[in-house]
């Protein structure tokens, strides 16, 4: 088993500029997640998937981020018109089933996004 | 809403010492806790986790007790290793059972 699978690892982006990340979750794990990192704010959820469908993307801002799962084996998420805030590290996570209050998180090494 | 307070951002011991790392949260219904590591360009991996209060949880030389009295789960080890530097992110799960609440995270340096 490979894990949770996120490409690029390192993307750089102009201001203004489009930035698409890659999350391949773990096979046969039924939750998606993804968060952002960053030294000041920690951990930060954005948004979540179970089975596909969009569950919670309260931690989503509403303007320029989107994500999607097309199929049970990977998740996209974009940013458009991106600015140096958003520079940080991406995390996708999944799960087995995203309905448990114990379930363990399996997070992959993360998209480090950086906006000039 | 829910909180999870991490008070240390940077904890440097010698090899060998003790360590305690303070986790404190705050939320309305009964808390699932956790502690994730991240060494260096790695994924987070779970540590231990715990939602039984007052019982000790154990995991490959960590420990945490969670107090609901006092709404703590600290990290402790008797004895840091050099492998133990990493960043240690405490989590709190909301009521829903699939978003964690994490952190601002806790880097452990130890020095040889």
């Known amino acids: 088993n490979a894990g949770v699978i996120q490409t690029p690892r390192h993307k750089v982006t102009g201001k203004g500029q489009e930035a698409t990340l890659w999350c391949e979750p773990i096979?046969?794990?039924?939750?998606v997640f993804w968060y952002r990192q960053t030294i000041v704010q920690g951990l930060e959820f954005l948004t979540y998937?179970?089975?596909?469908?969009?569950?919670?993307d309260s931690g989503m801002p509403k303007e320029r981020f989107s994500a999607q799962m097309p199929n049970q084996s990977h998740s996209t998420l974009k940013i458009q018109s991106t600015q140096p805030q958003d520079s940080a590290v991406y995390l996708c996570?999944?799960?087995?089933?995203?309905?448990?209050?114990?379930?363990?998180?399996?997070f992959g090494s993360g998209t480090r996004l950086t906006v000039l | 809403g829910d909180s999870v307070t991490q008070t240390e951002g940077l904890v440097t011991l010698t090899k060998g010492l003790p360590v305690m790392l303070n986790c404190t949260y705050q939320?309305?219904?009964?808390?699932?806790l956790f502690w994730y590591v991240q060494h260096l360009n790695e994924a987070p991996k779970l540590l231990l986790k715990?939602?039984?209060?007052?019982k000790r949880t154990e995991h490959q030389g960590f420990y945490a007790t969670l107090h609901k009295s006092s709404s703590s789960f600290h990290l402790q080890k008797s004895s840091v290793q050099l492998s133990d530097s990493a960043l240690y992110f405490c989590?709190?799960?909301?009521?829903?059972?699939?978003?964690?609440?994490f952190g601002t995270g806790t880097s452990l340096l130890v020095d040889p």
């Open positions: 989590a709190l799960s909301d009521r829903m059972g699939y978003k964690l609440t």
């Open positions: 998937f179970r089975n596909q469908a969009p569950i919670d």
């Open positions: 715990s939602s039984t209060d007052n």
């Open positions: 996570a999944s799960s087995s089933s995203g309905g448990a209050q114990a379930e363990t998180l399996y």
């Open positions: 096979s046969g794990h039924s939750a």
């Open positions: 939320t309305t219904y009964s808390p699932f």
